[in-house]
């Protein structure tokens, strides 16, 4: 599987972002995807997840009731929509994906997207 995450930039604090992350090789039908964050100096992060049936998600507290994570399956796509971006949402995003059939708050993935920079100015 391949990833390719698009959709960061430069927002103001209290803006709106979605990330992309478009998947190839593979239909994203059956893998739970997910997305990550390392902020400078930081280590990666998990922001969100979405089990492999489409239905169940899992997020961080850090962005619970401002982040959304869905996919488009006809795209094979998913995103990740933020709201109400805070200075310390700035980082660069990460989209990732499993085959393995672990629960929905593990974290390890086994296909990485390159990154998406999102800075959120105050």
């Known amino acids: 599987v391949q990833l390719q995450a698009s959709g960061g930039g430069l927002v103001q604090a209290g803006g709106s972002l979605r990330l992309s992350c478009a998947a190839s090789?593979?239909?994203?039908?059956?893998?739970?995807v997910g997305w990550f964050r390392q902020a400078p100096g930081k280590e990666r992060e998990f922001v969100a997840a979405l089990g492999w049936s489409g239905s169940i998600t899992n997020y961080a507290d850090s962005v619970k009731g401002r982040g959304t994570i869905s996919r488009d399956i006809t795209k094979n796509t998913l995103y990740l929509q933020m709201n109400s971006l805070k200075s310390e949402d700035t980082a660069v995003y990460y989209c990732?994906?499993?085959?393995?059939?672990?629960?929905?708050?593990?974290?390890?993935?086994?296909?990485w997207g390159q990154g998406t920079q999102v800075t959120v100015s105050s």
């Open positions: 090789g593979r239909t994203i039908i059956g893998l739970t």
């Open positions: 990732a994906a499993r085959t393995r059939s672990t629960p929905i708050t593990s974290y390890k993935y086994d296909y």
